[in-house]
C-alpha cells in the first residue's frame, strides 16, 4: 500500500471478502503509519510489522508486551 503499485484496492477487496465470510484478516508487514491509517480506514483491526517492532526473540516481545501493553501495577 502507498507505494508507486499501489495495491490499495487489492487489499481492500481481500480484507472486505474475509469480513463477509465472518473471518480474521491480519495485515503483514505494516511499516508506515501511512499504511496503518489506510487499514484503519479500510477496517482492518489486526495488523503486524516493523511499524510496531523489529522481530524479536519470544522473552523479548513478552516483555515489550508487558511495559508497552499492559497497564503499570502499583
Known sequence: MNTKN??????????????NLKMDVTAEGVETGMQ????RALNCTS??????ST???R???EQLIITSFLPSRP
Open 59 to 61: 522473552e523479548q516481545a
Open 6 to 19: 499501489d495495491t490499495t484496492p487489492i487489499v481492500q477487496t481481500i480484507v472486505s471478502l474475509a469480513q
Open 36 to 39: 496503518l491509517d489506510n487499514l
Open 47 to 52: 495488523v503486524q510489522g516493523n511499524y510496531f
Open 55 to 57: 522481530p524479536v526473540q
